[in-house]
């Protein structure tokens, strides 16, 4: 009897835990199951063309060729937040770029490739490329990804807890600095348009002011948190900023929009810097955490829920219960429609316990009157 074919793929941005799902999925798969397992080189890209090599293509993997990558940051897949086979990025004779659908050549491969099924890893994007690629017969299951937690359906997603572990250490450093200099210190975390890292990182790191993407914030309020803490003889203060944060009756903050990706969000902390400078009597600074929030390896909360998350995707496929994401619900491991955790985005509810606790503790918002 010919072995089962399954196929793993990461896509999106990098995230810590990834390579953990990985592991599991294949000692359970290819050593408990005897699946043949092909790993996909770039999300979807090693399906759009199979002759794709950047840096190595599309690589069968057995229990041995993942010994190792528990802890390993990143995805020894790799990955891309442009390959969309929906929305193909392609460079056009006038050299701009455009995007075509390439997803009957995913198809097309994937058969050819004899596959059973597809283990997709990734976050709301990912997802929603799931759902279609199933609408044209592809079977998949889905494991929820993101430094964000953003992806509805599951309480957590695996890389939120180290990015908040990063995020609250460079708080502590960063508070150090203020104090000394006495200054007012503006720390840019990541999150995209979901303020869960920030929230988290900001009452970790004893924050000052957290400024959500959820919450519109006003900066006169701030400014006056610095002012009594200033008149209290607290001389410095750390303001936490989403990069999706955004002004009450304004926009966020987008540096660029590639054909293909979503627009890059960049700017927030420093439109807060520039525009509150003028306002306090205090010397002030922007750090942006940036990427490294991603990168490193997954703290011991993400490894364990990354392998828990990799052994319930590949019992799924080989009961052939495809169309189905795993999940985290009240501490277990279940799992919910692809098409239910595509359907929309996880936000921090401002009315939330989390955010009624900073607020009890001192926090501003930026919201208050």
């Known amino acids: 009897m010919a072995k089962k074919r399954i196929a793993i793929m990461t896509g999106g941005g990098d995230c810590p835990g990834l390579n953990a799902v990985i592991y599991a999925a294949v000692r359970v798969g290819a050593g408990r199951f005897g699946w043949e397992v092909l790993g996909v080189e770039d999300a979807t890209r090693g399906l759009i063309d199979l002759e794709y090599r950047f840096p190595h293509g599309n690589l069968w993997l057995t229990e041995e060729s993942v010994r190792g990558i528990l802890s390993r940051g990143g995805t020894i897949l790799g990955t891309s937040n442009r390959s969309d ?4 990025v392609v460079r056009n004779a006038d050299g701009t770029e455009g995007t ?9 491969n994937f058969q050819k490739l004899g596959l059973s099924g597809l283990i997709s890893i990734g976050g709301d994007g990912s997802m929603r490329i799931a759902k279609r690629l199933m609408d044209k017969g592809i079977p998949i299951v889905g494991v929820p990804k993101t430094i964000d937690n953003d992806l509805a359906c599951t309480d957590q997603t695996f890389g939120f807890d180290t ?14 600095t203020a104090e000394s200099h ?4 503006v720390v840019e975390v990541m999150g995209r348009d979901a303020g869960f890292i920030a929230l988290h990182a900001g009452i970790a790191g004893g924050a000052d002011a957290i400024l959500l993407p959820e ?22 203060s750390i303001i936490v900023v989403a990069e999706g944060a955004k002004p009450a009756h304004g926009e966020a903050s987008i540096g660029e929009h590639k054909a293909g990706a979503m627009p890059r969000l960049m700017g927030a902390g420093m439109r807060v810097a520039e525009r509150l ?5 205090a010397e002030l600074r922007v750090t942006v955490l940036g990427h490294i929030q991603r990168g490193g390896s997954p703290s011991n909360y993400d490894r364990v829920l990354a392998v828990r998350y990799g052994q319930a995707a590949a019992e799924l496929a080989e009961r052939g219960e495809f169309g189905r994401m795993v999940a985290l619900r009240g501490g277990k491991i279940t799992s919910v429609s692809i098409e239910e955790a595509s359907a929309g985005n996880k936000r921090v509810d401002p009315a939330e316990q989390l955010v009624s606790t900073a607020r009890a503790i001192g926090v501003c918002f930026g919201d208050e009157a």
């Open 85 to 88: 086979p929906f929305n193909f």
């Open 100 to 108: 075509i659908d390439v997803s009957d050549q995913v198809v097309a």
């Open 163 to 176: 990015a908040v572990q990063i995020a609250t250490e460079a708080l502590d450093r960063v508070r150090d």
């Open 182 to 185: 006495d200054r007012v210190m």
């Open 215 to 236: 919450i519109p914030y006003r900066l006169e309020p701030i400014a006056e948190m610095i002012k009594q803490r200033r008149a209290a003889g607290q001389t410095y």
């Open 277 to 281: 400078g003028p306002m306090i009597a």
